[in-house]
């Protein structure tokens, strides 16, 4: 689905990121981890053409990315960015209809399948009895389902998430990330929870100041090795008993300070 071969980028001066190569298969989720100006943000937005790198190679459905026209990128990736643009005044209906632009020509107006298929983006993410609600008095957990609403009427073929979970209580949290992973569409996604990565992510990609740190399962890359050099505090890493998923605790540096 997407290949990365030794991107670099390089903004100004500051190399952003350096050796990045990591193949992201069908319904895979994968996770992408690491400190503040680690460069995850920036590897999005290379995958989504809105910066380009600097050499490698990034493929996409087995074609180059260079080569996709504009409105051909845009009907084959989905963005649920981490700010978006406000749009005031505006119903849940009206913005989860938006996904279907890039399948449009300029005044074409939409058909009975058209409205079915909004409609059941929004069932699929329980947003059906809002449809008519302005979507400036959601809640930020409703409002991110909508995003992802609009994603699904889109039908891409890849689903970029900057951050989906930030400013969300941890219901919500772990609402939308399951949501993502019920989809079934191949999901690359910025994540600071390393204890959501692990729940729900197939694969991780960790950061270090551009770096690719360490790409892999939950099992392989959270672990104290990896993690402790990466986000400079001292970690410990176990297995959850029931879910058998590994949970990061980072200890603070003056730990008998809580004693
Ligand atoms: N236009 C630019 N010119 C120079 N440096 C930039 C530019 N844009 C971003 N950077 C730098 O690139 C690095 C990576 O930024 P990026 O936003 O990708 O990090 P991030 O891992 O997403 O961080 P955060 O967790 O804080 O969101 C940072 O050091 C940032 O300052």
């Not at 074609?63 to 996709?68: D, E």
């Not at 099992?219 to 998923?245: M, N, S």
Request: glycine share 6%; proline share 4%; net charge neutral.
């Amino acid at each position: 689905m997407l290949k990365l071969s030794a991107v670099c980028l390089k903004l100004g001066e500051k190399t952003v990121l350096n050796d990045i190569s990591f193949a992201l298969h069908n319904n895979e989720f994968i996770g992408v981890i690491g400190p503040n100006g680690a460069g995850k943000s920036s590897l999005l937005r290379v995958v989504q053409r809105s910066l380009t790198a600097n050499s490698g190679q990034i493929m996409l459905k087995q074609r180059a990315l260079a080569q996709y026209k504009t409105a051909e990128l845009a009907r084959t990736l989905a963005v649920v960015s981490q700010n978006p643009i406000p749009l005031f005044a505006l119903t849940v209906e009206q913005v989860a209809t938006m996904g279907l632009l890039p399948h449009k020509s300029w005044f074409e107006v939409n058909h009975s399948q058209d409205q079915h298929q909004v409609s059941q983006a929004l069932n699929r993410v329980g947003l059906a009895d809002k449809a008519s609600q302005l979507i400036d008095t959601l809640s930020g957990g409703e409002l991110q389902r909508l995003y992802i609403a609009r994603a699904l009427v889109q039908r891409p073929a890849l689903l970029l998430l900057d951050e989906p979970t930030n400013h969300l209580d941890v219901q919500y949290q772990h609402q939308v990330l399951e949501l993502v992973r019920a989809l079934g569409i191949p999901a690359l996604a910025c994540l600071h929870d390393l204890n959501l990565a692990a729940m729900y992510c197939d694969k991780i990609l960790l950061l270090h100041q551009g770096q690719q740190y360490a790409f892999g399962t939950p099992e392989q890359v959270l672990t104290t090795e990896l993690l402790q050099p990466v986000f400079g505090l001292a970690c410990e890493v176990t297995t959850h008993v029931l879910l058998r998923k590994q949970q990061v605790t980072f200890l603070p540096s003056q730990t008998g300070t809580l004693c």
